[in-house]
């Protein structure tokens, strides 16, 4: 990083003052809180006086700044800023020369590319040390590259080939398969009359490609191809033809993603219909085909319930998205959702990430730095994302991408005018199907002969649906099901419907389908109606089987009857084989009959059943979740639930993973303090499976819920064990303060309560976090104040893991005798109680300190014993570790062959995971002379 004054380069002192100074040009003239400061330039290990530490480096900033006549950091609304013209900045001067370049034409645009490439002076931020700059770092390559590929296109078509044929042999080799460079890289041998050679790169990229990934050539480049060999001769620079055939939006094919591309849309509608103007508007949005978007597109869909918001939404997405090759996402953000609980932005964020492929294990810890994270993934993205159900436009800005070539289409019954003022969204709102279109979808599923046999009963059918394309739906489905029943008694139902259910001509659109949704209903069949009514209890975003079972009291068989009841009157959907949701509307009404026709009795006994299913399945997977904690005893199920056992590790952990977005429901959404035992040990259940997937924020905001059920509970035992949890989890968010202030409150109870075992493991978490911190002596002090408790506490479990605590922090702080003797006490015991997880942990600390001794043969022994237990176990993250430190040992013995089958074995596994250790070991594996990265 440089910095100019008036006499030349101005000296910027240490690396981390520098990288207070860069993370203040990321966002000049923007107030930057102290403690985002804190995080950008330390990350997730500040200085104990990472404050004080921080206003030095801004007054020497400011001294050195001064003294070379320029601006200076100030403190402003709670922040710092340093009050500079953003084009002062290279970052940003780039920027603004892009944009530039994007909306002049060919014969300007040239040289505002030109200009904006030269800024590019190496690496940005190459030499600081901050994981958020990285991270900005990252997006600026991806906005680099994208601004090489826009700038080849505008001298392709000025004849300027040549210089375009230098600059892409180069570039090829950094990405062999991006399809828009080979293109571009064709049509300039092909300008060269180099034919034969731009054929011949055809060919070998395709089979790269079928060998690498699969997939055969996008439908663009097998387009170029054909020209190519037709001799095109609009493909010669200086013909203002485009470099491939723009195609029209409606007929876009659908994109072959990469491999790992995410494709996430619903299912197209069978038989859409009737919003061809609706079609028309969004296709003017995106614009032609031939090149994508200089700008993120962002298009709004609004309207009132049920007006068709999301099926107009995931149809058109469909239509277009051969245009977005690097994918499609889809998220129901739950805006209105009738239990009035909209996802939260940063829960939203977190999901986009996640569907992005990143790991919960590598998520920043802030939103800010979230947000960071998911616009550099989409920086040089071209992307759909399908916003569904927003609940205004506060929650849908930080979902956007931050720079141009991605779409994104939002739902809403909200009109989202400030998304329209400040980020140039174009709206549609859609209005009821007139009657000529409302007619069109009944005969798409009724057939038009039997439309046109009664006439005067479908106009009264058309009217009494307000346009509705929900209603008239439901209305189909019904008819569809009575081949036999005339229209006109259907027609009559409805005109009937008046006080008793409300009119379908009211003014309110939740209102006007209930008198359908009413009519629907008492068609069902008393026991599909009874069960329509309890799964209005459920707070989930959708439901299982065996819950619904349980919440109806019926055997699963007639339940899945049931459920396909319900799915035929299209009162429910099965969006994934055995998971079932309603549509907001149809929730809404269905708990408006669950008060109105049943008890309060009936009420509480269902949702008990549903409780009791999900804490007594979730109870059942700790069994293959190993974990060295005391047991829980719930409560016997409630007659008539249905509770979900397991066979192996896998089976629990799959049903956890489907599980977890209702658990987290049920959690969040259970308010009833005669549920509150219920709550606690839910938290309890979930905490090793959270622990294991990293989910650290959820694993905070379900031990909260516990913890205020534990108060209200009067359970002191139960609420240390839960401050325990929240210690670990605010630990692994870099949480200090938090961390801390739960350890206390934890010592604190355990002390009240004379739990040495809890008192044991909560040193225990605290010697974990200050090795963390490399503070390896206190963390040893820790330890031994562990062994203290578990002595005195008579669990033999406990004793063993803080044997093993104060063996490992012995041999970090390099007394390996000691370790090992310490390490071995906790073998025994061990092995009379079967711990096998805490065994595979003492083989570990063994290994680590018989490596350190030299004694290789030992190391090599205890490290492949700990793999092969955590193998055994399916504890895939921990096999790795064990596994990267035994070819540590082996490379440390002369052995480079074993060693480099260790590294490839624990590369194979972290790779699969993701796990940040991929890297190193990766690194290894490449200088002992064999790159792990096949």
């Known amino acids: 990083m440089v910095a100019y004054g008036v006499d030349g380069i101005v000296e910027l002192g240490p690396t981390r003052q520098r990288t207070v100074l860069a993370t203040l040009l990321v966002e000049p003239a923007t107030a930057v809180k102290p403690e985002q400061l804190i995080d950008r330039v330390w990350g997730e290990r500040p200085p104990q006086r990472a404050r004080q530490t921080l206003h030095t480096y801004l007054s020497r900033l400011r001294t050195a700044l001064e003294a070379a006549g320029g601006p200076t950091p100030v403190r402003r609304g709670g922040g710092y800023l340093l009050d500079v013209e953003p084009t002062a900045v290279d970052l940003h001067r780039f920027r603004e020369l892009v944009a530039a370049a994007r909306a002049a034409d060919d014969a300007h645009a040239a040289g505002l590319w030109r200009d904006a490439l030269a800024l590019w002076r190496g690496t940005p931020f190459d030499d600081l040390d901050s994981d958020w700059l990285h991270g900005v770092a990252a997006g600026l390559e991806r906005e680099r590259w994208a601004a090489i590929l826009d700038r080849n296109d505008v001298l392709l078509r000025g004849a300027d080939h040549r210089s375009v044929l230098a600059d892409l042999a180069p570039a090829l080799d950094e990405h062999p398969l991006n399809e828009r460079l080979a293109g571009q890289f064709m049509v300039a041998l092909y300008a060269a009359g180099r034919q034969a050679d731009a054929l011949a790169h055809y060919r070998t990229l395709r089979q790269r490609l079928i060998d690498d990934i699969g997939s055969e050539p996008g439908p663009a480049l097998r387009e170029l191809h054909q020209r190519i060999l037709h001799q095109d001769p609009h493909l010669v620079p200086g013909v203002a033809a485009p470099v491939t055939a723009p195609q029209p939006a409606a007929a876009a094919p659908p994109a072959r993603p990469a491999s790992d591309a995410p494709t996430q849309l619903p299912a197209d509608i069978a038989g859409f219909t009737g919003r061809d103007d609706a079609v028309e508007q969004l296709d003017a949005v995106l614009g032609g085909a031939g090149d994508p978007p200089s700008a993120t597109v962002i298009a709004t869909i609004g309207g009132t319930g049920g007006i068709g918001k999301t099926a107009l939404a995931v149809h058109w997405a469909h239509r277009v998205r051969g245009r977005f090759p690097d994918g499609q996402l889809y998220l129901n953000l739950r805006g209105f959702d009738p239990g009035g609980q909209a996802m939260p932005s940063g829960t939203a964020l977190r999901t986009l990430l996640e569907l992005l492929g990143v790991p919960p294990t590598k998520l920043p810890t802030t939103m800010e730095a979230q947000a960071g994270l998911y616009r550099s993934r989409l920086a040089d993205a071209r992307m759909l994302l399908l916003l569904d159900n927003a609940r205004d436009a506060e929650q849908v800005r930080p979902l956007l991408p931050g720079a141009p070539g991605s779409l994104v289409l939002v739902t809403s019954r909200s009109d989202l005018a400030s998304l329209v003022a400040a980020e140039g969204a174009r709206p549609l709102w859609l209005d009821g199907l007139d009657a000529g279109q409302a007619r069109l979808l009944l005969a798409s599923r009724l057939g038009p002969d039997r439309l046109a046999a009664e006439p005067d009963a479908v106009d009264t059918i058309v009217a009494a649906c307000a346009g509705l394309p929900l209603a008239l739906a439901i209305i189909a489905a019904r008819a569809a099901t009575r081949p036999t029943l005339p229209l006109s008694a259907l027609a009559a139902e409805l005109a009937d419907a008046g006080n008793r259910l409300d009119a379908l001509t009211g003014p309110d659109a939740a209102t006007d389908v209930r008198a359908v949704f009413s009519w629907s209903y008492h068609a069902l069949g008393a026991e599909a109606a009874r069960l329509l009514r309890v799964l209005g209890l459920h707070p989930g975003p959708d439901i299982g089987l065996a819950a619904a079972a349980s919440l109806a009291r019926r055997p699963v068989p007639q339940t899945r009857r049931l459920l396909d009841e319900l799915c035929a009157a299209h009162l429910l959907s099965e969006n994934a084989p055995g998971r079932y949701a309603f549509h907001d509307l149809i929730r ?103 622990l294991w997937r990293g989910h650290w924020h959820h694993q905070i905001s379900v031990q909260e819920a516990a913890l205020r059920a534990a108060h209200r509970l009067g359970d002191q035992p139960g609420a240390a064990d839960i401050h325990r949890r929240l210690l670990y989890a605010h630990m692994m968010l870099g949480r200090r303060e938090q961390a801390h202030g739960h350890s206390v409150a934890a010592l604190d109870l355990y002390a009240a309560v004379g739990d040495n075992t809890g008192s044991a493991r909560t040193h225990l978490g605290l010697m974990w976090f200050f090795e963390q911190q490399g503070e390896y002596h206190d963390a040893l002090r820790h330890a031994r104040q562990a062994l203290e408790f578990a002595e005195r506490s008579g669990n033999r479990g406990v004793l063993a893991v803080a044997y093993n605590g104060v063996g490992w922090t012995h041999s970090l702080v390099g007394e390996h005798e000691t370790a090992i003797a310490y390490c071995e006490r906790a073998l025994p015991i061990l092995e009379e109680l ?83 250790e991929a890297g190193s070991t990766r690194s290894k594996l490449a200088a002992a002379g064999q790159d792990g990265a096949a």
């Open 588 to 690: 809404a009404y269905a708990v408006e009959l669950a008060h109105a026709e049943d008890s309060a009795d009936d009420r509480f006994a269902a949702q008990r059943r549903m409780l009791d299913h999900y804490l007594l399945s979730a109870h059942a997977t700790d069994e293959w979740l190993p974990a060295t904690r005391d047991p829980i005893s719930p409560d016997p199920a409630s007659p008539g639930v249905v509770v979900t056992t397991f066979t192996d590790n896998p089976g629990a952990r799959r049903w956890l993973t489907d599980e977890l977005a209702v658990l987290l429901a049920v959690v969040q959404g259970t308010t009833d303090p005669r549920f509150d035992r219920h709550i606690q040990q839910l938290g309890w259940s979930l905490a090793t499976f959270l």
């Open 834 to 916: 079967g711990e096998r997880a805490t065994m595979a942990d003492v083989w570990d600390s063994l290994g680590h300190a018989y490596h350190q001794l030299g004694r290789h043969p030992e190391a090599i022994g205890y490290y492949q014993r700990a793999a092969d237990q955590s193998r055994e176990m399916g504890d895939r993250r921990h096999e790795a570790a064990h596994l990267a430190r035994l070819g540590d040992v082996h490379s440390s013995a002369g052995d480079q062959v074993a060693a480099r089958q260790s590294w490839g074995a624990a590369l194979a596994i972290f790779d699969d995971i993701d796990h940040p």
